[in-house]
C-alpha cells in the first residue's frame, strides 16, 4: 500500500521544517528503507543508550506541548505516571484527526509513518511502556494500512517488537481504526472506543487517562505529531528544540490554513513566530483579488472566531516590570498558545479557517452547529438536545423564517452546553454559536427581524 | 413448510451462514492484536465483516458477540453508534463528499448534487438515518451521501471515494472521476 503521489510546495522563508523536513525531499517515501537512508532511527539507537528519565527530562525541557488541541506540556503528561511499579500502562497515539479545519496528521500518517514509529518507541522506552496502540479515523484507509505496513518492517528489523536493537525492552505497537465518529477524538472517548464500548467520554476526575486509562491503567494519550516531534527533541537536544519556540511553547508547530486564502496549506513554523496577519498575507498570499478579511477562526472550528477589524486590550509586562494594558490588532495577534489565549480564543489544533467578506456568518455558523449536531455522542442532555436545537434554529434563520428572539435563544442555549457537559465538546459546540453572536450580532439581529423581541 | 412472499424468515440470507475458515482464520489473527481484552477487537471486527459482506445483519452481530464472548447488544450499539457502520448493503462505490465549513466554503453542496446527477440519483434526496443505506442507484452501483470533515480542508472540496481521496474537486473534474468507477 503507497499514498498517492504528494509533492510538499518549497518552504516559505519563515518555516522550519522539522516533521516535514523527509516529506518534502523529492522522492521520499513511506518504505523503511527511505527513511533508513535519512538517518531513521538514529534517535531511537541514542535513546536506548539513554537512561528513561533522561529522556522524560529532555522532553520536559523542550516546552513540548500537546499538539491536538488542548495544549498541555507533553512532559507533565508523562510525569503523572508512575513508570517503575511493574504495573501495566499504556501509550494510545491519537490520530483521530478530525477536527474541522485540521490536516497536518494526515500526512505524517500516509507519507512518513516510519517518524511516528520511532518516536513512538522512544515514548514507550522512555515511560517503560511494552504496549502502544495508533488509533487512526477509518476515513484515512490507505494511512492504516501504510502505518501497519511500516510497523510489519520496523519489527522485522528489530526496531519494534521482542527486545528492540539487544536492549532487552519489548514494545508492540498495533494501529486500531475508528468509525466516522468525531467524538473519539476527545481522550477518554478514544479509550472506551479502543476497549470497543459506546465512545462516550468518561468523567474528570476520576478518569484522567493518566490515573485511570485504557482497561483503567495509567494511560498517555498524545497527538500523531506530538509523538513525532519526541524523535526531534532527542536529535536536536532539547535546549535547541525549546529555543525554536516561544517562552512555554517550544519547537515547531504545523499550521493548517485553509478556506479564503490564496494559498491554503499546512505551514512547519517556529511555535509563536508568526502572527496571524503573517500566516494569512504573507505566507499563505493573502486574500483573493478583490476580498476583504471578514473573520478568522485561529485553531479549529471549536475556537471562538475572531473578527478581522477586532481590537483587543491585553496586560503584557511594561519595560518596569509592572503589568500594562496594550491594544493589539487582530492581525498582529501571535499564533502561539498565550496570545491566542489572552484574546479569548485558543490555538487548538492551530487549524485556521479564513473567512473573506462574501461570507454570510449565520451560514457559517449553521455550517458548525450541523457539524456538532451530527457528531455530539448524546450522553450529556444538555449538548445532545443543545446543539441539535442551535442547529435547527441557524437551519430555520437561512431558510427564511428567523424570529425575533433567535439571537438570544441561541445565546441561551449555548450558555446552558458549556461547563454542564462531561467532556469538552460542551464547550467546542457553544463557543462558536457564542463567538459568533457576540462578534457578528448585526448580522444575525438581521435574519432574525429587526425588532429584536419574540414573534 | 413452503416459503412464500408473505413468510418473512423466507428468503432472507444470514450473513454468519457465510463464514469461511478463512474469514475466521483473519478474525482470529485480528484478536490477537488485543491481549489484554478481547472486547478491544468488536471494532476492528465489525470493519472486517463490513468489508467483507457489504453491511452488518442481525447475525452478523451475532456471530461476533458469540465469538467476543459478548451480549449481542455490546456489538448493536456499536452498528447503531458509529456512522461508517451499515444495517444495509451501499452501492459498489460509495462517494463520501465532504459536507463541513472548509469544504462548503469551497463549494461542496454543489458537489455533492453535481456527483448526484453523474450516477442518475435525485440530488435533493437527504439521507439522515443512521445505519440504512445511503441513496444508491438502482443497478447497485453508486451511492453518494454526505459525510462530516474529512482533514483534507487545504484541499477542498474533498471526496473520499471507496478508499480514495479525491481533491480539488470542480464541476469540470467531476465526470471524469466518475469515469474511474463505471
New interface residues.
Given amino acids: 500500500m503507497t499514498a498517492?503521489p504528494f509533492v510538499m510546495p518549497p518552504p516559505h522563508a519563515k518555516e522550519r521544517r522539522i516533521i516535514f523536513e523527509n516529506i518534502s525531499k523529492p522522492g521520499y517515501d513511506a518504505s523503511i528503507e527511505t527513511y533508513l537512508q535519512h538517518g531513521g532511527y538514529d534517535s531511537l539507537k541514542k535513546a536506548l543508550t539513554m537512561k528513561p528519565v533522561e529522556i522524560i527530562d529532555a522532553v520536559k525541557a523542550s516546552n513540548l506541548r500537546g499538539r491536538g488541541g488542548a495544549g498541555f506540556p507533553c512532559g507533565a503528561k508523562w510525569s503523572f505516571i508512575k513508570f517503575d511499579d511493574g504495573k501495566?500502562h499504556y501509550i494510545v497515539v491519537n490520530g483521530d484527526?478530525?477536527?474541522?479545519?485540521?490536516?497536518k496528521?494526515?500526512y505524517i500518517l500516509h507519507y512518513d509513518p516510519h517518524q511516528l514509529i520511532e518516536g513512538l518507541v522512544i515514548s514507550a522506552f522512555a515511560t517503560n511502556t511494552h504496549?502502544c496502540y495508533i488509533y487512526i479515523?477509518?476515513?484515512?484507509?490507505?494511512a492504516a494500512a501504510i502505518v501497519w505496513k511500516a510497523i510489519k518492517e520496523a519489527k522485522a528489523k528489530g526496531f519494534v517488537g521482542k527486545n528492540i536493537l539487544g536492549s532487552g525492552f519489548d514494545c508492540d505497537i498495533?494501529v486500531?481504526?475508528?468509525?466516522?465518529?468525531?467524538i473519539c477524538g476527545e481522550e477518554t472517548s478514544l479509550l472506551e472506543?479502543?476497549?470497543?464500548?459506546?465512545?462516550y467520554p468518561r468523567i474528570k476526575p476520576p478518569y484522567f487517562p493518566a490515573v485511570l486509562g485504557?482497561?483503567m491503567k495509567p494511560t498517555i494519550v498524545n497527538n500523531v505529531e506530538t509523538i513525532c516531534h519526541v524523535k526531534h527533541i532527542l536529535r536536536l537536544g532539547p535546549e535547541e528544540y525549546a529555543k525554536m519556540g516561544s517562552a512555554g511553547d517550544g519547537g515547531t508547530r504545523t499550521m493548517?490554513?485553509?478556506?479564503?486564502v490564496m494559498k491554503?496549506?499546512?505551514y512547519e513554523l517556529p511555535a509563536g513566530s508568526v502572527t496571524l496577519g503573517e500566516l494569512i498575507f504573507d505566507i499563505c498570499g493573502g486574500l483573493k483579488p478583490g476580498r476583504k478579511l471578514k473573520a478568522v477562526i485561529p485553531g479549529g472550528?471549536s475556537a471562538k472566531v475572531l473578527r478581522a477589524d477586532e481590537v483587543f486590550k491585553i496586560k503584557v509586562k511594561g519595560a518596569d516590570g509592572q503589568m500594562v494594558d496594550k491594544e493589539i490588532k487582530m492581525l498582529d495577534v501571535v499564533m502561539d498558545v498565550a496570545s491566542l489565549g489572552s484574546v479569548g480564543t485558543m490555538i487548538g489544533s492551530a487549524?485556521v479557517?479564513v473567512?473573506d467578506d462574501t461570507?454570510d456568518m449565520v451560514w457559517?455558523l449553521n455550517?458548525?452547529n450541523?457539524?456538532y449536531a451530527?457528531?455530539s455522542?448524546g450522553q450529556c442532555t444538555p449538548c445532545r438536545e443543545g446543539s441539535l436545537w442551535m442547529s435547527k434554529i441557524t437551519t430555520r434563520m437561512l431558510d427564511g423564517g428567523g424570529q425575533g428572539a433567535d439571537p438570544k435563544t441561541l445565546l441561551n442555549v449555548a450558555d446552558n452546553i458549556a461547563g454542564r457537559t462531561v467532556c469538552a465538546f460542551g464547550e467546542a459546540c457553544a463557543w462558536p454559536t457564542q463567538s459568533f453572536l457576540a462578534k457578528f450580532p448585526e448580522e444575525f439581529e438581521n435574519v432574525a427581524g429587526s425588532n429584536g423581541s419574540s414573534s | 413448510m413452503t416459503a412464500t412472499a408473505a413468510d418473512p424468515t423466507a428468503a432472507t440470507e444470514r450473513q454468519a451462514d457465510k463464514v469461511t475458515p478463512e474469514f475466521e482464520g483473519e478474525i482470529d489473527e485480528i484478536i490477537t492484536?488485543?491481549?489484554?481484552?478481547k472486547?478491544?477487537?468488536?471494532?476492528?471486527l465489525?470493519?472486517y465483516w463490513q468489508n467483507h459482506f457489504g453491511s452488518v445483519d442481525d447475525s452478523g452481530i451475532e456471530w461476533i458477540a458469540t465469538k467476543?464472548e459478548l451480549q449481542p447488544i455490546?456489538i448493536y450499539?456499536?452498528v447503531t453508534?458509529?456512522?461508517?457502520?451499515r444495517r444495509e448493503a451501499a452501492g459498489k462505490t460509495i462517494i463520501?463528499v465532504c459536507?463541513?465549513?472548509?469544504c462548503?466554503?469551497a463549494g461542496s453542496y454543489a458537489v455533492k448534487e453535481q456527483f448526484c446527477s453523474a450516477v442518475g440519483l435525485d440530488p435533493h434526496v437527504e439521507h439522515h438515518a443512521f445505519g440504512s443505506a445511503p441513496p444508491t442507484t438502482a443497478d447497485g452501483k453508486f451511492s453518494v451521501e454526505f459525510?462530516?470533515?474529512?482533514?483534507?480542508?487545504?484541499?477542498?472540496p474533498v471526496a473520499?471515494i471507496n478508499?480514495?481521496l479525491h481533491e480539488k474537486i470542480s464541476p469540470e473534474t467531476i465526470p471524469g472521476i466518475v469515469d474511474q468507477y463505471k
Fill in positions: 498517492k501495566p484527526e478530525s477536527e474541522p479545519g485540521t490536516f496528521d494526515r504496549l479515523r477509518c476515513e484515512f484507509p490507505d498495533y486500531h481504526q475508528g468509525a466516522g465518529a468525531y472506543s479502543l476497549e470497543g464500548k459506546r465512545p485504557l482497561y493548517c490554513v485553509s478556506g479564503d491554503p496549506g499546512f472550528s487549524g479557517m473567512m461570507r457559517a455550517n458548525l450541523q457539524f451530527h457528531e455522542c | 492484536h488485543y491481549p489484554v481484552s472486547r478491544s477487537a468488536s471494532l476492528p465489525l470493519h467476543l455490546n450499539e456499536l453508534f458509529y456512522p461508517w457502520f463520501r459536507r463541513t465549513l472548509a462548503a466554503m459525510v462530516e470533515c474529512l482533514a483534507s480542508c487545504g484541499s477542498a473520499l478508499n480514495t
